[in-house]
């Protein structure tokens, strides 16, 4: 039973009060999620039964094996679309082979996740900053759209660049079927108005079951509206893809790109749902359950499967609280693949193509963005960045920029980290100011306070600002406290200016203090004969530290008439 309730952790224990609930949001789900993945099978490139067959195997494999009672596990718009722009130049779009290396790739991720797990690498979903992720999310949203204008009015032609599909439009828009457009703007006003009016209703099910048989009864296929055709009936044969060794390195950054859109997206989201009901979640738990439903994905000949935000609100909006609501959806799945592909055929393409110029629409996150603009102005333009060069460069290219990005947003928030002298108010309370040449706390006296740890990028930052604020005080300076208390860790290369940093205190007569530093880090200071110097600077007493708890306590000492 301890073996069944690790495995089965979005399951167990199972309610009585709410198993009812996660039936019917899996029914919900499948409903809405059932168009969703056979559009997303428009972005990938492959057949619209992959995109049924991310909804089976996957889904019950992290169903069984995840952590989280609420992340839906399915086909996604974000890694559908990095797929296509790495596999499009390896192979015909669509072709078995081009299938082959889609179901190779998401093998690769499989394994990828699982060393993801074993080195304990879940927190690397931290160093995607949101920022940039709704940057990135924002490009992949306009490329998808503008990818489906030629779909929308059913011409061919324009490949993945966005300006040749622009420029394929205006070109194919004299010669375009006039019920094509009847059928993209009849589907597309459908679904708005339900999101609106009724967003709990199923609205793209609604558009998808009306052109399916509006279809069959006009035979649209004879007034020059293509269709899908024929779609396999019956589930997917398991087994290895046809990939050859020597094409696996062709791959291997495609599914890096996968991978790091799948730990930071998925792992968000659980986040966010295990905070919000007060549950346990552990993200190298559910770095297993994705990498076995990728495995899953794999094996079934489909392709790369990620945590879904959206479908994970569908869910949650509908009352599903377990793992229960993937499994009720994976048997309306089932029965759907082994019943009703034959009237799926008679679906025209032009309807998945305004399904999917939705999903891109909706990705484009212009809340966020004006989020981001009023209150810090330059990562709005870091996010603009990561747009654009998803948009007119590349997915893959994107996912670098984005990630190149968050790390130099990283750095620079440690490389300029909040300083500040520290001053009496009138009530004899201590407060900081910005850091400016001149400020002092008290005649006499400098309080610095320094809010991140020291390391190499930062110590010249940390040193000039002492020296600066030293050299510009007036009356000069007899006693500079560094307020400590968040610094947590020290690097060679910081050691060694704080050592030049007294040194050059002392040579100016600057008693140097320190006060607030923890434990940790005052053995640090020992042993890189820190403590030595700093108790044996100009004017020190015999027997006299210069280091103290708490700040009341060097003033006592060096500045009592403060206190």
Request: proline share 5%; hydrophobic share 50%.
């Amino acid at each position: 039973m301890k073996k069944l309730s690790r495995l089965c952790q979005g399951i167990l224990p199972l309610k009585r009060s709410t198993i009812g609930n996660d039936l019917v949001a899996g029914m919900v789900l499948a409903a809405i999620g059932i168009p969703e993945v056979m559009g997303y099978t428009k972005i990938a490139g492959t057949p619209i039964a992959t995109g049924l067959y991310t909804l089976l195997l996957p889904a019950v494999m992290f169903a069984i094996l995840g952590s989280s009672r609420h992340l839906v596990v399915a086909a996604d718009s974000a890694t559908a679309a990095i797929l296509a722009a790495g596999l499009s130049g390896l192979a015909p779009v669509g072709s078995a082979h081009y299938l082959a290396l889609a179901a190779a790739v998401a093998i690769l991720v499989a394994g990828l996740l699982l060393l993801a797990r074993l080195f304990r690498l879940g927190f690397l979903a931290d160093f995607l900053s949101r920022t940039v992720l709704i940057g990135f999310l924002t490009g992949v949203g306009i490329q998808v759209a503008i990818g489906q204008l030629p779909g929308l009015l059913d011409l061919q032609g324009g490949g993945r660049d966005p300006i040749a599909q622009i420029l394929a439009v205006a070109r194919g828009l004299p010669h375009v079927n006039p019920l094509t457009i009847g059928i993209s703007g009849a589907v597309s006003i459908t679904i708005l108005v339900f999101d609106k009016l009724m967003p709990k209703f199923p609205g793209a099910l609604l558009a998808v079951v009306g052109s399916i048989i509006a279809s069959w009864l006009f035979d649209f296929a004879s007034r020059g509206v293509s269709i899908v055709g024929n779609i396999p009936m019956g589930l997917p044969s398991l087994g290895l893809p046809a990939v050859e060794w020597s094409e696996i390195p062709q791959i291997v950054g495609i599914a890096l790109s996968c991978w790091i859109v799948i730990i930071a997206q998925s792992a968000a989201t659980s986040r966010a749902y295990a905070f919000r009901y007060h549950e346990s979640f552990n993200e190298n738990t559910d770095l297993e359950g994705l990498a076995v439903a990728n495995l899953a994905a794999g094996l079934s000949g489909t392709f790369v499967v990620n945590g879904s935000p959206t479908k994970t609100e569908i869910v949650n909006t509908a009352g599903g609280r377990s793992q229960v609501a993937q499994l009720s959806m994976v048997a309306v799945v089932l029965a759907v693949i082994l019943f009703l592909t034959r009237p799926i055929g008679y679906l025209p393409n032009p309807v998945l193509a305004a399904i999917v110029f939705l999903i891109g629409l909706r990705l484009v996150d212009l809340r966020g963005l004006r989020g981001i603009y009023r209150t810090h102005r330059e990562e709005f333009y870091l996010a603009i960045v990561t747009a654009a060069t998803v948009v007119f460069v590349g997915v893959k290219e994107g996912i670098i920029v984005a990630v190149m990005l968050s790390l130099i947003l990283h750095v620079r928030h440690s490389y300029r980290p909040h300083s500040a002298v520290i001053v009496p108010d009138g009530d004899r309370f201590w407060q900081p100011i910005p850091v400016c040449p001149g400020s002092v706390s008290a005649p006499g006296l400098i309080i610095y306070r320094f809010s991140r740890d020291l390391f190499y990028a930062n110590a010249t930052f940390f040193a000039e600002e002492i020296e600066s604020l030293a050299k510009s005080a007036e009356p000069p300076i007899k006693c500079l406290i560094l307020e400590a208390r968040a610094i947590t860790g020290i690097d060679y290369s910081a050691s060694l200016t704080i050592r030049d940093v007294v040194m050059e205190l002392s040579s100016q007569d600057i008693t140097f203090v320190v006060s607030g530093l923890s434990p940790d880090v005052k053995r640090q200071f020992d042993r890189d004969g820190l403590t030595d110097l700093i108790d044996s600077g100009g004017g020190a007493a015999p027997g006299e530290t210069r280091f103290f708890n708490h700040l009341e306590d060097a003033l006592a000492v060096f500045h009592p008439e403060r206190i």
